[in-house]
C-alpha cells in the first residue's frame, strides 16, 4: 500500500525567507511524485513533478524539489518567498501500476509580510 | 487545448433537488475523474473513468452518479444529497496509458453547498 505523509500541517514564514516542505512516501513499488498548489477558492494547479531521469525538479515560479529515494522524501523548497505563495499544498505520489493518486494531508503555508 | 472546466462554479440546493455538475476537456484524456474536498483536507477520490468505462467506484453512496457520455465530458448527478455533502467537487483528467497516466490535470472545481 501507499502512503504519503506531510509532517507540516502549517508553515508561516517571512517574505524573502526561505522555506521547506517535507513530504515522505512509502511504497514497494516504481513512484511518481507530484507537488500541486492550491489557492484560496480553486482548484489544484501541478507545481512540479518526477515522472524520471534527473532527481532535482524545477518548477517555473522558484520552486524546486529533490527525489530522494533512499530517504523516500520529495522536499518541496524555495529560496525566498513572496505573498502570492501563501496557498496550500499537497504532495502525492502515483504508482506505475494504477492511475490513483495518493495525497499527503496538504501543509500550509502563509508568508507574513 | 490545456484545460479542464467545470460548470457551475457555484451550486445552492436542498435536500431533495435534483442537479448535475459538469466537466469537459479536450486535451485528448481518455480517463476522468471526480474528487471530493473538504475544506483543509487533501482531494478525496470518487470515480475513476477509463475510456468511458467506471473503472473505480470508492463506495460513493448511490445519491452520486457518474456520466461519461463522451471522451470529452464527465457528469456528476445528484440527487437527495445530505447537508454534509457539501464540498469542493473536482474533476482531473489524464492520459490513460501508462506513464502519462500518471500526471492529473485538475479543473478549477464546483463549490456544491447542500441546504
Known amino acids: 500500500a501507499q502512503s504519503v505523509t506531510q509532517l507540516d500541517s502549517q508553515v508561516p514564514v517571512f517574505e524573502e525567507a526561505p522555506v521547506e516542505l517535507r513530504c515522505n512516501y512509502s511504497s514497494s513499488v516504481s513512484v511518481y511524485l507530484f507537488w500541486y498548489v492550491q489557492y484560496p477558492n480553486q482548484g489544484l494547479q501541478l507545481l512540479l513533478k518526477?515522472?524520471?531521469?534527473?532527481?532535482l525538479v524545477e518548477s517555473i515560479n522558484g520552486f524546486e524539489a529533490e527525489f530522494n529515494k533512499s530517504q523516500t522524501s520529495f522536499h518541496l523548497r524555495k529560496p525566498s518567498v513572496h505573498i502570492s505563495d501563501t496557498a496550500e499544498y499537497f504532495c502525492a505520489v502515483s504508482v506505475n501500476t494504477g492511475n490513483q493518486f495518493y495525497f499527503g494531508t496538504g501543509t500550509s503555508l502563509t508568508v507574513i509580510p | 487545448d490545456t484545460e479542464v472546466t467545470q460548470t457551475p462554479k457555484h451550486l445552492v440546493m436542498g435536500m431533495t433537488n435534483k442537479k448535475s455538475l459538469k466537466c469537459e476537456q479536450h486535451m485528448g484524456h481518455r480517463a476522468m475523474y471526480w474528487y471530493k474536498q473538504k475544506a483543509k483536507k487533501p482531494p478525496e477520490l470518487m470515480f475513476v473513468y477509463s475510456y468511458e468505462k467506471l473503472s473505480i467506484n470508492e463506495s460513493v453512496p448511490s445519491r452520486f452518479s457518474p456520466e461519461c457520455p463522451n471522451s470529452s465530458l464527465l457528469n456528476l448527478h445528484l440527487h437527495a444529497l445530505q447537508p454534509e455533502d457539501s464540498a469542493l467537487y473536482l474533476c482531473a483528467s489524464s492520459q490513460a496509458r501508462p506513464p502519462s497516466y500518471n500526471e492529473q490535470f485538475f479543473g478549477p472545481g464546483t463549490r456544491l453547498t447542500v441546504l
Open positions: 518526477y515522472l524520471s531521469g534527473s532527481t
